[in-house]
């Protein structure tokens, strides 16, 4: 289960951004159909981690996007939720995949003390 190693490097670079542990409301990631990744184990296995590397039990939010696709005979662009096979407007199975890939961090809502701070994004602090 890759998800365990990825919900532990989630936690690492959390608290490497943070300089160390804090109590975590929530941590927001951006998911894309195509990452391969399976939502619900990774937050079984994040929710355990937070908690034994002192992140508290943070809310794991996830903000799914579309994957895109561009067909690369006849130009045209469709989404899917999987890897589609071939263009559903000409049947190439030549096409490039766009976006939908994607897996990261995006933000994290502190808890508690630190709740002052607002949330932290991939941008920096915000308030």
Do not use: N
Not at 29 to 54: D, N, Q, Y
Not at 92 to 98: K, L, Y
């Amino acid at each position: 289960m890759h998800e365990y190693s990825l919900a532990q490097d989630m936690a690492e670079v959390i608290i490497s951004a943070l300089g160390g542990a804090r109590r975590l409301a929530a941590v927001t990631v951006v998911m894309g159909p195509l990452s391969g990744v399976s939502w619900e184990s990774l937050s079984f296995c994040f929710t355990e981690i937070a908690s034994t590397k002192g992140l508290g039990s943070p809310e794991l939010v996830v903000r799914k996007t579309v994957a895109e696709m561009r067909c690369s005979q006849c130009g045209h662009v469709w989404h899917s939720d999987d890897f589609e096979p071939g263009c559903p407007a000409c049947g190439s199975w030549d096409r490039r995949i766009v976006s939908g890939r994607e897996f990261f961090v995006e933000s994290v809502e502190f808890d508690g003390e630190d709740a002052d701070e607002d949330h932290i994004t991939s941008d920096g602090p915000k308030r």
